[in-house]
């Protein structure tokens, strides 16, 4: 890996899940097979964006907003409408909510990660 990944204590969360990594939008793109499930982004440039993001999509949204982090932030990062849930570094428990994610993830939830087309 010639790059430093954000926030390294994600992986050991998904543990035993195998990813791999993309630089993609921007971001570091955690990918299993053909699903990104999450977004890495920690820049300096636009810090209020810095954060992880979850991949959903419009049909679970709603509830895994409810369990994970409701955000007043939305992002449209592939334009597509209600698909990526943002939790922020900036939270105090911003490290207790990614890895609530990561264990749904581990739980086998389907509702987190998108297909890439």
Excluded at 38 to 45: A, G, I, T, V
Excluded at 48 to 66: I, R, S, W
Aim: glycine content about 4%; hydrophobic content about 40%.
């Amino acid at each position: 890996m010639d790059y430093e990944l954000p926030y390294q204590f994600v992986l050991k969360e998904l543990h035993p899940i195998r990813v791999s990594i993309r630089k993609m939008f921007g971001c570091y793109a955690l990918m299993q097979d053909n699903k990104i499930l999450m977004l890495l982004r920690e820049k300096e440039s636009q810090p209020e964006f810095n954060g992880v993001l979850v991949a959903t999509t419009p049909d679970h949204f709603e509830t895994l907003q409810q369990e994970i982090h409701t955000s007043r932030m939305t992002f449209d990062v592939d334009g597509a409408d209600k698909t990526w849930i943002f939790i922020s570094e900036d939270l105090e428990d911003f490290e207790e909510k990614v890895k609530k994610a990561c264990m749904m993830l581990r739980n086998g939830d389907e509702r987190i990660g998108k297909v890439v087309k």
